[in-house]
């Protein structure tokens, strides 16, 4: 100690001045350090405040109007190929004799429709991992270069000389697109929620999901447009219709073009820089460049650039992972949203990638020419779209912060269960007495779907889970429901011509009442999210605290 004393004294002697200033600088480095470490939580927890008390403005509608136009692109992508593949019927199976004359066959379409799921359930697990491991703003953008790829791609689709055909190209490309529209899935939803506010955040990443509503729409009344301008040349030709198809494909690229750039220029969520990156001096920067405010407790936050001390790599592992959901009151949320996605997706995707069944059945598959199949099966798919599909879809935005999105779940899946039970038991029935009443259950359990847990299984695992495994647990929820999309596709199609043409599909709507059930029971285990911020919900601020 004495030894110390003698050699500053020393120094101190020798140059006095630099000592001086040494010292002072030592010590307000030191000090600045101090005050920016004590100010720490404070600062991430007015951050936080912000973003959660923030007014609804400008930011806001762009993060919802980027994330959505994505999905408006998924959903066209997805449910076109419900026309593409009729019309390609008529392309490459003109000449087929009988009852396959101007049909893919069964065994093709199930294939071409269900390889994009495929793909999904890989973009979906994929994509939310690496969205946790290296951060939203990263991979942000990356998905939607693979859906504008792939749709140019798959537009193009031809058969080689010897070995693959065009149906085989078309699988390959939607395969891949596939991976593309997965990943859309947690990292939308995820971005959008961690930058909403908790007064508004169900109705915005609500909102990010209805445009799914606009984008089948968009398809169908894409479809009539261009069958219009071929009109002649189909009525000479039906070959003609291969333009139309690659057309209809074609063009759902072009709103993943618009909103590409944006996507790519998004800020990083400063829940993930706070979080998992431990930057608490950029995630107030960011906050301050999106919701203004610039000040902590009066302190302004730009004085604290460069006195912290080098963020600590802590990204999420498996390991942290394990040990979080080994936990029952941990698992059990993971088990529910993942499961009730499951089973709503069995009979979502059921029904909606094979409208024209149902179309049929009510009258409207269209006679005649190729011409007027193709624009009536079109049509009808416009009309129960926004009878039932676009309505459900925006009552959720409009409700949902106030019913909450547990109570909508129990509420969609327990109509479901009602209306499945009796669109199967008396299907024929129905139907032999009026076409109208028929039309009428079908058009709401389209609403209840909609306005119940195909919108809420989006929303609730984007806000159930902590920032450090949010995606990853979102992208888990999401290919479940993607595994069930796949199981009801290869159900559907070797199951309902058994006993005759379409014979067995009131049975299947029947199945589809049971999975209505199962959803119902497992939704208990789902926590209701509203008015809660997302570190309440995840006993994040606790954490933060030991």
Known sequence: MSSDHSLTDQRLAAHPAEYIVSTDENHSKAYAHQMASDDAHAIRHQALADIDN??????????????GVGFFTDSYDIFAINLCSLIMGYVYYADAEGSAKNTTPTNIDVWIKGSTQLGCIVGQLLFGYLSDRLGRKRIYGVELI?????????????????????YWILFIWRLVLGIGIGGDYPVSAIITSEFATTKRRGAMVAAVFAMQGFGIVAAAIVAIVVLACFKSGIDNDQLVLDYVWRIIMGLGAVPGLIALYFRM???????YTLDVEKDVYRAAQDVKATVGNKKVDGTDVSLYQGTQQPPKD???????FYHHFKQWRHLKVLLGTSISWFALDVAFYGINLNSSIILSA????????????????????????LLGTIPGYWVTVFTIDRLGRRTI???GFAFLLVLFCILGFGYHKILDKSVAGFIVLFTLAQFFQNFGPNATTFIIPAEAFPTRFRSTCHGISAASGKVG???????FFHLKDKGGKNAFIPHLIEIFALFMLLGLLVTWWVPETRGKSLEELNDEEEQIHE
């Open 265 to 271: 220029t998004i800020p990083e969520t400063p829940r």
């Open 409 to 411: 779940q129990f509420i």
């Open 362 to 385: 009510i009258g409207f598959a269209g006679s005649g020419s190729p011409y007027n199949q193709l624009m009536k099966n079109a049509s009808g798919n416009i009309i129960l779209n």
């Open 54 to 67: 923030a007014k609804f403005g400008w930011f806001h509608v762009k993060a919802c109007m980027v994330a």
């Open 146 to 166: 693979i859906i504008i790829v792939c749709t140019i791609g798959g537009a193009f689709a031809g058969g080689t000389v010897r070995g693959l055909s065009v």
């Open 314 to 320: 802590t990204k999420p592992t498996w390991t942290e």
């Open 485 to 491: 999309a796949v199981v009801s596709a290869l159900g």
